[in-house]
C-alpha cells in the first residue's frame, strides 16, 4: 500500500490493468469476429493475442529509455507539436472507448438486469460512478481495485472452471479453415480491443519503479490474453459453431448457464452480470482518470484539476447518450479507433524505438 506519494505498486498496476480489459474484451471480441466458424474464430484471435504480445513487447522497450514522464520524452525528441498531438490522438482513442463501455454497460443492464429502466439513466449514472473514482486520483483507483479484484475476477474464475466441467467435446468439430487473410484481418481487428496498453506509458512515473511496471505490463495483459483465449474455447465447447454464432452475448450466456446446488445460486444470469457490471465501474473510473490525465497535459498543465476531468467526462457522457445504441457504438469504436487513432499511436510507438535504436547505434 502507500499513501499520498503518488506511487503504485506493481500488484495494482497489474489489477488495474485486467479489470480495465477483461469484460470489454470477452464481450467485444466476438462483435468482431462476425459469424465467422469456430476455427476461423480462434484463429483470428491467435493472431491478435500475437499481435497484443508484440505490440506490449514495443510499448516495454519503449518504457525503459523514459526517465521522467512519457508527454517530456517526446517532447525532448520530437518536439512538443508531437506530445500534443500524441495526447490527442490517445484522447480520441480513450474517449470513443469511454463512449463504447457507456453504451455497454447500459446495454447489458437493461438486458439482464433492469430492463424497464431508460439507457440514458443508466448511462449518467455509470459515468457518475466513474467520475467520483477518478476524482480521487491514481491512488484511489488503485485502491479500489485492490477491493474490487477479488470480488470479480475469482469469482468469474471460479465460473469458468465450472463451465469447462459441461463442455462436450463434439462441439469442437468445426469445419476445417486455413489460416486465411480473412482471419487475419478479423484479428487485427481484434486488437483493438487491447489497443489502450499503450497509455501505459503514461503511468511509468506513477509505478514502484520501472522493472515493476514492465512486469506488471506483462502479467496483466498475459491474464487477459490467457483468459479470453480458454474463454472462447470453452464457449466453443460448450455452445458449438452454432451456438456461438447464434448467441449475442455469448460469454454471458456461459456464465449465467453454469449450474450450482442452492436456491439462491439458480440465479447465475443476474449474479454474473451485477459482477460484470462492477469491472465496467472500474474500467470507467480509468477512462475518466486518461481524459482528465490528458486534457491537462494538453490544456491545463498541472492547474485546474477538476475543471480538466469534468468537461470531457461530460462531453463524453452527452455522446454516449445521443449515440443511438449499443451497435453504433460498436461501429465507432471499430472505425475510429480501429482504424485511425490506435495504428496512428502504433506508428509513432515504432517511431521512437527506431530513434532510440539509431541514437544508440551512433554511441
Given at each position: 500500500?502507500?499513501?499520498?506519494n503518488?506511487?503504485?505498486?506493481g500488484r495494482?498496476?497489474?489489477r488495474l490493468?485486467?479489470?480495465?480489459?477483461?469484460?470489454?474484451?470477452g464481450?467485444l471480441?466476438?462483435r468482431?469476429a462476425?459469424?465467422?466458424?469456430g476455427r476461423?474464430f480462434l484463429?483470428?484471435l491467435l493472431?491478435?493475442?500475437?499481435?497484443t504480445?508484440g505490440?506490449t513487447?514495443c510499448?516495454?522497450?519503449?518504457?525503459r529509455?523514459?526517465?521522467?514522464d512519457?508527454?517530456?520524452?517526446?517532447c525532448?525528441r520530437l518536439?512538443?507539436?508531437?506530445?500534443?498531438f500524441l495526447?490527442?490522438?490517445?484522447?480520441m482513442?480513450?474517449f470513443?472507448?469511454?463512449l463504447?463501455?457507456?453504451?455497454l454497460?447500459?446495454?447489458?443492464?437493461v438486458t439482464f438486469?433492469?430492463p424497464?429502466?431508460p439507457?440514458?439513466i443508466l448511462?449518467?449514472?455509470?459515468s457518475?460512478?466513474?467520475?467520483?473514482?477518478?476524482?480521487g486520483?491514481l491512488e484511489?483507483?488503485?485502491r479500489?481495485?485492490?477491493?474490487i479484484y477479488?470480488?470479480?475476477v475469482?469469482?468469474?474464475?471460479?465460473l469458468?472452471?465450472?463451465?469447462a466441467?459441461?463442455?462436450?467435446?463434439?462441439a469442437?468439430?468445426?469445419k476445417?479453415e486455413?489460416?486465411?487473410?480473412d482471419a487475419?484481418c478479423?484479428?487485427?481487428?481484434?486488437?483493438?480491443?487491447f489497443?489502450g496498453?499503450?497509455?501505459f506509458?503514461?503511468l511509468?512515473p506513477f509505478?514502484?519503479n520501472?522493472?515493476?511496471g514492465e512486469r506488471a505490463l506483462?502479467r496483466?495483459?498475459g491474464k487477459i490474453l490467457?483468459?479470453?483465449?480458454?474463454l472462447?474455447?470453452i464457449i466453443l465447447?460448450?455452445?458449438?459453431?452454432?451456438?456461438m454464432?447464434a448467441?449475442?452475448?455469448?460469454f454471458?450466456?456461459?456464465?449465467?448457464?453454469v449450474?450450482i446446488?442452492?436456491?439462491?445460486?439458480q440465479?447465475w444470469?443476474?449474479?454474473?452480470?451485477v459482477l460484470?457490471l462492477?469491472?465496467f465501474?472500474?474500467?470507467?473510473a480509468?477512462g475518466?482518470y486518461?481524459l482528465?490525465f490528458l486534457?491537462?497535459?494538453?490544456?491545463f498543465?498541472?492547474?485546474?484539476r477538476k475543471?480538466?476531468l469534468?468537461?470531457p467526462?461530460?462531453?463524453?457522457?452527452?455522446a454516449?447518450?445521443v449515440?443511438?445504441?449499443y451497435q453504433?457504438?460498436v461501429k465507432?469504436?471499430?472505425l475510429?479507433?480501429?482504424?485511425?487513432?490506435l495504428?496512428?499511436?502504433?506508428f509513432?510507438?515504432?517511431?521512437?524505438?527506431?530513434?532510440?535504436?539509431v541514437?544508440?547505434?551512433?554511441?
Amino acid at each position: 500500500m502507500f499513501g499520498g506519494n503518488q506511487k503504485i505498486s506493481g500488484r495494482q498496476l497489474e489489477r488495474l490493468l485486467v479489470l480495465d480489459g477483461v469484460g470489454k474484451a470477452g464481450l467485444l471480441l466476438p462483435r468482431f469476429a462476425g459469424r465467422v466458424s469456430g476455427r476461423t474464430f480462434l484463429l483470428s484471435l491467435l493472431t491478435a493475442v500475437f499481435l497484443t504480445l508484440g505490440y506490449t513487447w514495443c510499448i516495454a522497450r519503449l518504457s525503459r529509455k523514459i526517465e521522467n514522464d512519457f508527454y517530456s520524452y517526446v517532447c525532448f525528441r520530437l518536439g512538443r507539436p508531437t506530445a500534443v498531438f500524441l495526447c490527442f490522438l490517445y484522447w480520441m482513442y480513450t474517449f470513443v472507448n469511454v463512449l463504447f463501455l457507456l453504451r455497454l454497460f447500459a446495454a447489458i443492464a437493461v438486458t439482464f438486469v433492469l430492463p424497464e429502466t431508460p439507457e440514458w439513466i443508466l448511462i449518467v449514472i455509470a459515468s457518475l460512478t466513474g467520475i467520483y473514482a477518478a476524482s480521487g486520483g491514481l491512488e484511489v483507483r488503485a485502491r479500489f481495485s485492490e477491493v474490487i479484484y477479488p470480488f470479480v475476477v475469482y469469482p468469474l474464475i471460479l465460473l469458468l472452471i465450472l463451465a469447462a466441467a459441461a463442455l462436450h467435446p463434439e462441439a469442437f468439430q468445426t469445419k476445417a479453415e486455413p489460416l486465411s487473410w480473412d482471419a487475419a484481418c478479423r484479428g487485427a481487428q481484434m486488437f483493438t480491443a487491447f489497443g489502450g496498453i499503450g497509455l501505459f506509458l503514461y503511468l511509468i512515473p506513477f509505478a514502484e519503479n520501472q522493472k515493476t511496471g514492465e512486469r506488471a505490463l506483462f502479467r496483466g495483459i498475459g491474464k487477459i490474453l490467457a483468459g479470453e483465449f480458454f474463454l472462447f474455447l470453452i464457449i466453443l465447447g460448450t455452445f458449438g459453431e452454432q451456438g456461438m454464432k447464434a448467441l449475442p452475448w455469448p460469454f454471458i450466456s456461459l456464465m449465467s448457464s453454469v449450474e450450482i446446488r442452492g436456491v439462491f445460486l439458480q440465479r447465475w444470469d443476474v449474479i454474473f452480470t451485477v459482477l460484470l457490471l462492477g469491472s465496467f465501474f472500474a474500467a470507467l473510473a480509468t477512462g475518466m482518470y486518461y481524459l482528465g490525465f490528458l486534457t491537462g497535459k494538453i490544456f491545463f498543465g498541472n492547474r485546474n484539476r477538476k475543471l480538466r476531468l469534468f468537461w470531457p467526462a461530460a462531453v463524453v457522457t452527452a455522446a454516449a447518450c445521443v449515440c443511438r445504441d449499443y451497435q453504433t457504438a460498436v461501429k465507432i469504436y471499430t472505425l475510429l479507433n480501429g482504424s485511425v487513432f490506435l495504428p496512428a499511436a502504433i506508428f509513432f510507438t515504432i517511431l521512437l524505438l527506431i530513434l532510440e535504436h539509431v541514437r544508440e547505434g551512433r554511441q
